[in-house]
Nanobody
Framework: QVQVVESGGGLVQAGGSLRLSCAAS????????MGWFRQAPGKEREFVAH??????????ADFVKGRFTISRDNAKNKNTVYLQMNSLKPEDTAVYYC???????????????????WGQGTQVTVSS
């Protein structure tokens, strides 16, 4: 079992920035593929960003390209990833979830079934 814990959400004005963190703890010596999803009130959960276990490849939803950056802490704990969110818009308001892939197929990174474990979510609110 992998535990997933997000942090870093909060309230920010439009145009501002936030950095979300996600720490996954599981089998020793294993580095996991990880991703971020978000869910706004009344909407489906949607893919935001993904980083492969090696950290060499990242994928983004079109609506965050150029504004959000996913990265991995290669210095201390490779199973800690960050989502740097810049130029935030009110429509970015949502609960952001971190997800970890261990057995799920890598090609499904943009889908919820591409991940095996989920965090509890952290609220991001962008005011206009």
């Amino acid at each position: 079992q992998v535990q997933v814990v997000e942090s870093g959400g909060g309230l920010v004005q439009a145009g501002g920035s936030l950095r979300l963190s996600c720490a996954a703890s599981g089998r020793p010596g294993v580095t996991y593929a990880m991703g971020w999803f978000r869910q706004a009130p009344g909407k489906e959960r949607e893919f935001v960003a993904h980083i492969t276990w090696s950290g060499d490849v990242t994928y983004y939803a079109d609506f965050v390209k150029g504004r959000f950056t996913i990265s991995r802490d290669n210095a201390k704990n490779k199973n800690t990833v960050y989502l740097q969110m810049n130029s935030l818009k009110p429509e970015d308001t949502a609960v952001y979830y971190c997800a970890v892939g261990e057995y799920a197929p890598a090609w499904a990174y943009g889908q919820q079934n591409g991940y095996d474990y989920w965090g509890q979510g952290t609220q991001v609110t962008v005011s206009s």
